[in-house]
């Protein structure tokens, strides 16, 4: 099934040219049925990059899914453009009386700042209280999985001594739980921080539990025991070359950055990187459409609690 996109949003030719059924605006609305329905708060710099990284993952799905894209108007945006947002992103307020399926909160590169130091904080903490009442699942990514474990459980981040940054080896913890389903024993995912989370705070939380861990990139999936809230400290949805573009970034900047883990043959950046992760990609964001959200949401959203 496709995943329903607004018109003419950029990341549509992307998809299209990559197989993924996806369906505009005017083709939805002749269908009788009901989509799920998933807004995407999307902290990212380059908004149509992680836009099309998570809708290439959304729609590899036997689900239709309406996205709402939503940026936080209490940053000024410094790569998007402000004609970009206003033709295809939505505000707190356009939405907050509304009732959502799912939501998706991504990363932002500011995990070095206290979260009371970002400009948009308060309205994140708005934007994740609204969450427990008005969506039934928010899958929180990377940083977004540090500021909603901090925000919702009071589990701090720790500064690390170099950057995690490669592609690890990662075990299962929990098994037989639906998020998991289908998972290899040991499977692969990038990571691209300056944080962590530690393993000791989170076992003092009685409501949440790990699923997912790496021996060294560290905890990777938290979730709350009713399913409701999912924590990804990593980035599975990166492209083949996003951790080539950070290095090369970081590079450019003077930076003394290491070559990514376990990502470019031999360990030479002039070769093309491995992918070892697009499996799982799939697979984790599949189960959390179908177990977390389609197969548990109320069909009227106005019976959401």
């Given at each position: ?91 707190f307020d356009d939405i907050k009386d509304k009732k959502f399926d799912g939501m998706i909160i ?200």
């Amino acid at each position: 099934m496709p995943i329903k996109i607004p018109d003419n949003l950029p990341a549509t030719q992307i998809l299209t040219n990559e197989n993924i059924f996806i369906m505009d605006e005017r083709r939805a609305y002749t269908q009788d049925i009901r989509p799920l329905r998933i807004v995407i708060l999307n902290l990212m710099p380059l908004k149509s990059v992680t836009e099309t990284q998570l809708l290439r993952l959304l729609g590899n799905s036997p689900l239709q899914v309406e996205i709402v894209l939503l940026f936080p108007i209490s940053h000024i945006s410094k790569n998007t453009s402000q004609e970009y947002l206003a033709n295809f992103y939505n505000t707190f307020d356009d939405i907050k009386d509304k009732k959502f399926d799912g939501m998706i909160i991504t990363g932002a590169p500011v995990e070095l700042l206290e979260f009371e130091e970002l400009t948009y904080w308060k309205e994140l903490q708005e934007i994740m209280d609204w969450s427990r009442r008005s969506v039934f699942s928010t899958l929180h990514i990377c940083v977004g999985a540090q500021a909603g474990l901090y925000h919702h459980y009071g589990i701090p981040k720790y500064p690390l001594d170099a950057k995690m940054f490669g592609v690890f080896l990662h075990k299962i913890n929990k098994r037989n739980v639906p998020l998991l389903r289908g998972f290899d024993d040991e499977f692969y995912v990038p990571h691209s921080r300056h944080t962590e989370i530690k393993r000791e705070d989170i076992e003092k939380v009685k409501d949440i539990e790990i699923l997912a861990e790496s021996d060294e990139a560290g905890v990777y999936i938290v979730s709350s025991k009713d399913g409701r809230l999912i924590f990804v400290t990593g980035h599975s949805e990166y492209d083949d070359n996003s951790l080539k573009s950070e290095y090369e970034r970081d590079v450019s900047r003077g930076l003394d950055t290491a070559i990514p883990k376990n990502y470019f043959p031999n360990n030479d950046p002039t070769q093309l990187p491995m992918v070892k992760w697009r499996g799982h990609a799939n697979l984790l964001f599949t189960n959390w459409l179908n177990y977390h959200v389609y197969q548990e949401t109320p069909y009227d959203l106005d019976d959401l609690k």
